[in-house]
């Protein structure tokens, strides 16, 4: 069954806009001495003013490995990452942790672990997909170079940003 | 003429258009982006000022810098165009909208030394009618930057542009002849002393004449303000009327091939009608320079104080004008097309119309 849309019926004043127009132009002139005199403008001033006292907790920032209590990297390569980066950010060279290794049940390690950070859009599938929970994003922003190659962050850099996080990830558990 | 005049005179035309006109011109854009930062709860361009300084200044230096921008860009003319007409439209929409600045009284007069320097460059007997000749050339310009485009957006805008000129004019024209009416004159001069003496058309509350006949007049004249203030806007190309280069349609309309100081004539050639036409709205509505309440109105002789309060009384409301455009601009939306030619012939030029008659009536009746 069709439905006839009722239209809405005008008064005179209503038909010849001057009021609405009068209504919105009290709006604008309101907003206009707000921003004038009060706190009207939201704006940050950004190299003198940052939002970084106030990022929140979800904030999704540059994506960096971190180490476990024992300084050891949590990173087995499994390339997971690797494969779930929509913009193929990254990249890793697997390679085999030698048999007489004291952490030889771990079997791979990454050899080289870069993320063009030109590329990476912040999307945070990388910690999502991460068993191991090796790869976080922090809240660092502002990301720069004057080349290409600086904006990729190799291994080094990649731990130096991550630093340590500590919590039990169960595949370096000895007892396990 | 003796020599004197003529340097008195080209000494004025300097000032007036490249010391007074100009920089308004400049600065209003500025005023555009601030306001219009202010209204949408945000701060504008505040960082321009003095180079390798610390020193902001509200961005006062963001016109100087913009020009700077332009000079320097590309000035890119397309294979496709009519190289001659391309580059002539631009100084076509420039030129007029300074020109009529010749006849806009900025002050009284100043007194130098015994000198009475009237502050109009030309003290013309057509005022207003001159105005309308030469800003309504400005139509030109448009024309011929859509057609020696040759592509389709500019075409579309100057065709949009031409008809709402054309159509706009006629209210404008119309508008005014009460005006004149009630002045009986049409020096633009001559206009403003007889709001010093009488008060201000739209605020005829003090100086001489009929209270009756002053109240009932006020009808008349704030409907000819309305009608005069509205085809300005249309005039100018302004929101809620500019639709010859609505952005979201058109690209940019008619000036969508320009780039550089060409683009730029056209936007200051915008700015410069809107000034113009903010300073004949104050100079007809609004007493000209004439200071309320009527200080100064009864002295013939009029000292050099009074004569520099005279053209800051001007240039305050012909700011207080323009800040108005601006506070129109952003906050009504674009007309629809039909509804802007609607409103231009069906409701204005009748209206108009019949003020004419209704003003004459009044008139009549009181004399």
Same mark, same amino acid.
């Given at each position: 069954?069709?439905?006839?849309?009722?239209?809405?019926?005008?008064?005179?004043?209503?038909?010849?806009?001057? #009021? $609405?127009?009068?209504?919105?132009?009290?709006?604008?002139?309101?907003?206009?001495?707000?921003?004038?005199?009060?706190?009207?403008?939201?704006?940050?001033?950004?190299?003198?003013?940052?939002?970084?006292?106030?990022?929140?907790?979800?904030?999704?920032?540059? @994506?960096?490995?971190?180490?476990?209590?024992?300084?050891?990297?949590?990173?087995?390569?499994?390339?997971? !990452?690797?494969?779930?980066?929509?913009?193929?950010?990254?990249?890793?060279?697997?390679?085999?942790?030698?048999?007489?290794?004291?952490?030889?049940?771990?079997?791979?390690?990454?050899?080289?672990?870069? /993320?063009?950070?030109?590329?990476?859009?912040?999307?945070?599938? !990388?910690?999502?997909?991460?068993?191991?929970?090796?790869?976080?994003?922090?809240?660092?922003?502002?990301?720069?170079?004057?080349?290409?190659?600086?904006?990729?962050?190799?291994?080094?850099?990649?731990?130096?940003? *991550? *630093?340590?996080?500590?919590?039990?990830?169960?595949?370096?558990?000895?007892?396990? | 003429?003796?020599?004197?005049?003529?340097?008195?005179?080209?000494?004025?035309?300097?000032?007036?258009?490249?010391?007074?006109? +100009? @920089?308004?011109?400049?600065?209003?854009?500025?005023?555009?982006?601030?306001?219009?930062?202010?209204?949408?709860?945000?701060?504008?361009?505040?960082?321009?000022?003095?180079?390798?300084?610390?020193?902001?200044?509200?961005? &006062?230096?963001?016109?100087?810098?913009?020009?700077?921008?332009?000079?320097?860009?590309?000035?890119?003319? @397309?294979?496709?165009?009519?190289?001659?007409?391309?580059?002539?439209?631009?100084?076509?929409?420039?030129?007029?909208?300074?020109?009529? !600045?010749?006849?806009?009284?900025?002050? $009284?007069?100043?007194?130098?030394?015994?000198?009475?320097?009237?502050?109009?460059?030309?003290?013309?007997?057509?005022?207003?009618?001159?105005?309308?000749?030469?800003?309504?050339?400005?139509?030109?310009?448009?024309?011929?930057?859509?057609?020696?485009?040759?592509?389709?957006? @500019?075409?579309?805008?100057?065709?949009? #542009?031409?008809?709402?000129?054309?159509?706009?004019?006629? $209210?404008?024209?119309?508008?005014?002849?009460?005006?004149?009416?009630?002045?009986?004159? &049409?020096?633009?001069?001559? /206009?403003?002393?007889?709001?010093?003496?009488?008060? %201000?058309?739209?605020?005829?509350?003090?100086?001489?004449?009929?209270? %009756?006949?002053? =109240?009932?007049? &006020?009808?008349?004249?704030?409907?000819?303000?309305?009608?005069?203030?509205?085809?300005?806007?249309?005039?100018?190309?302004?929101?809620?009327?500019?639709?010859?280069?609505?952005?979201?349609?058109?690209?940019?309309?008619?000036?969508?091939?320009?780039?550089?100081?060409?683009?730029?004539?056209?936007?200051?050639?915008?700015?410069?009608?809107?000034?113009?036409?903010?300073?004949?709205?104050?100079?007809?509505?609004?007493?000209?320079? $004439?200071?309320?309440?009527?200080? *100064?109105?009864?002295?013939?002789?009029?000292?050099?104080?009074?004569?520099? =309060?005279?053209?800051?009384?001007?240039?305050?409301?012909?700011?207080?004008?323009?800040?108005?455009?601006?506070?129109?601009?952003?906050?009504?939306?674009?007309?629809?097309?039909?509804? +802007?030619?609607?409103?231009?012939?069906?409701?204005?030029?009748?209206?108009?119309?019949?003020?004419?008659?209704?003003?004459?009536?009044?008139? +009549?009746?009181?004399?």
């Amino acid at each position: 069954m069709a439905i006839v849309v009722k239209r809405p019926k005008l008064t005179f004043g209503e038909k010849i806009y001057l #009021s $609405s127009i009068a209504k919105g132009m009290m709006i604008t002139i309101g907003h206009f001495w707000r921003a004038l005199f009060g706190k009207g403008t939201v704006t940050m001033q950004y190299p003198e003013e940052k939002w970084d006292e106030n990022l929140p907790e979800y904030y999704r920032g540059a @994506p960096a490995l971190v180490t476990d209590e024992q300084d050891r990297e949590r990173c087995v390569a499994c390339q997971l !990452c690797e494969f779930i980066c929509p913009p193929r950010a990254i990249t890793i060279t697997p390679e085999e942790i030698p048999s007489d290794d004291q952490w030889a049940k771990v079997e791979k390690r990454p050899q080289k672990f870069e /993320i063009d950070m030109a590329r990476c859009i912040y999307c945070g599938f !990388c910690q999502e997909v991460c068993p191991e929970q090796a790869i976080f994003l922090r809240k660092d922003y502002a990301i720069t170079g004057v080349s290409r190659d600086e904006m990729v962050h190799d291994k080094k850099k990649l731990y130096e940003i *991550g *630093g340590v996080r500590e919590g039990l990830v169960n595949k370096w558990n000895k007892l396990k | 003429m003796d020599w004197i005049n003529i340097a008195v005179t080209l000494i004025k035309i300097v000032v007036l258009t490249f010391m007074v006109l +100009l @920089p308004m011109i400049a600065y209003s854009v500025w005023a555009e982006r601030r306001v219009a930062a202010k209204i949408q709860n945000r701060v504008g361009p505040n960082r321009t000022g003095i180079p390798f300084t610390k020193f902001g200044l509200f961005g &006062l230096g963001q016109p100087i810098a913009d020009g700077l921008k332009f000079i320097f860009k590309e000035d890119l003319t @397309p294979a496709h165009v009519r190289t001659g007409y391309f580059w002539l439209a631009p100084a076509l929409t420039m030129v007029p909208a300074l020109m009529t !600045c010749a006849v806009i009284p900025f002050g $009284s007069e100043l007194n130098i030394a015994g000198y009475k320097i009237p502050l109009v460059i030309a003290d013309l007997n057509v005022g207003p009618l001159f105005i309308f000749a030469i800003a309504s050339l400005s139509v030109y310009g448009i024309v011929l930057a859509g057609w020696a485009s040759n592509s389709k957006y @500019p075409f579309l805008g100057g065709v949009r #542009s031409t008809s709402q000129m054309i159509s706009y004019e006629i $209210s404008l024209g119309l508008s005014i002849v009460p005006i004149i009416m009630i002045f009986g004159e &049409l020096n633009l001069t001559e /206009i403003v002393k007889w709001q010093d003496a009488n008060g %201000w058309l739209l605020f005829p509350f003090w100086g001489g004449g009929e209270f %009756w006949q002053e =109240a009932l007049l &006020l009808i008349p004249v704030v409907i000819s303000f309305v009608i005069f203030t509205v085809s300005m806007f249309a005039e100018t190309n302004r929101l809620p009327f500019d639709l010859p280069e609505c952005e979201t349609e058109l690209v940019a309309g008619y000036h969508t091939e320009y780039s550089s100081m060409k683009f730029a004539l056209f936007f200051l050639g915008e700015y410069a009608a809107m000034i113009i036409g903010s300073g004949l709205a104050v100079t007809l509505f609004l007493g000209g320079w $004439s200071l309320p309440f009527g200080i *100064g109105s009864e002295l013939v002789d009029k000292p050099l104080w009074l004569g520099i =309060a005279h053209f800051f009384s001007f240039l305050i409301k012909m700011i207080g004008f323009i800040l108005f455009f601006i506070w129109v601009r952003w906050s009504l939306p674009r007309f629809r097309y039909d509804q +802007l030619m609607r409103l231009g012939w069906v409701f204005f030029f009748e209206i108009a119309l019949a003020n004419v008659f209704l003003t004459a009536f009044i008139l +009549l009746y009181f004399n």
